[in-house]
């Protein structure tokens, strides 16, 4: 990365799109160590549901399904503050076998929203996981992907590589989003395959809103 890029912040004027979402966001914390973008991380997916909903004209129904959101991730509380559901926690098990698979094909009740925060760059199968996750969700629900994301493609040299399979770019989302639509998953009120600044860290993230065919 040249030092442009890693000098690079998110707008101001980005964060005050999602004033309600940051209310949320900041009540509850995104607790210690977490990237400084892990704030725009949830208020985006926050946001999608919440333009699914008025868009679509919906109300919720219990469950709400969060895949990964163990681990010391306080996400699936606001989550659930969000969408005044119940929010049900699955272990991604990102091997590709285990808990999601085991809800996936086990006759689970379908829900209206699944999200899956900064999951997809850990797994190994990736098609195999996101036709898991497909499974999850009703006809008309929403899936919400949140990745780490930069600009740059080619080998993933970005802080804490070794911890993740593969970083996004605009090459991988492209491919992520044509891949999810042979499950009947497409995107829902445009794609974020942005560039969200670096700050201290020299990559950011992404999110990528899916709705299944009804």
Not at 11 to 21: G, H, K, L, N
Not at 94 to 111: I, R
Not at 174 to 187: G, K
């Amino acid at each position: 990365m040249t030092d442009l890029l890693l000098s690079r912040t998110l707008d101001p004027a980005d964060y005050s799109r999602f004033t309600e979402e940051l209310k949320v966001v900041d009540r509850i914390g995104i607790g210690d160590g977490q990237h400084p973008h892990r704030r725009w991380e949830y208020a985006l997916a926050l946001h999608a549901i919440w333009r699914w909903k008025a868009a679509r004209n919906r109300t919720m129904d219990d469950p709400v399904y969060d895949v990964g959101g163990g681990s010391g991730s306080t996400f699936f509380h606001m989550l659930g503050e969000w969408t005044e559901c119940d929010v049900r926690v699955i272990d991604p098990t990102v091997d590709g076998s285990g808990p999601l698979e085991a809800w996936a094909t086990g006759g689970t009740q379908l829900a209206d929203v699944v999200t899956c925060i900064s999951v997809v760059e850990h797994v190994p199968d990736l098609e195999r996981f996101v036709y898991h996750l497909s499974c999850l969700v009703a006809p008309g629900g929403l899936l919400v992907l949140t990745m780490d994301y930069w600009s740059r493609c080619g080998p993933d040299t970005a802080s804490n590589h070794p911890l993740r399979c593969r970083i996004f770019c605009p090459k991988s989302y492209a491919a992520l989003r044509n891949s999810a639509a042979i499950y009947q998953l497409t995107t829902f009120g445009g794609v974020d395959p942005t560039w969200h600044g670096a700050h201290v860290w020299d990559y950011s993230f992404a999110s990528l809103v899916l709705e299944k065919r009804a």
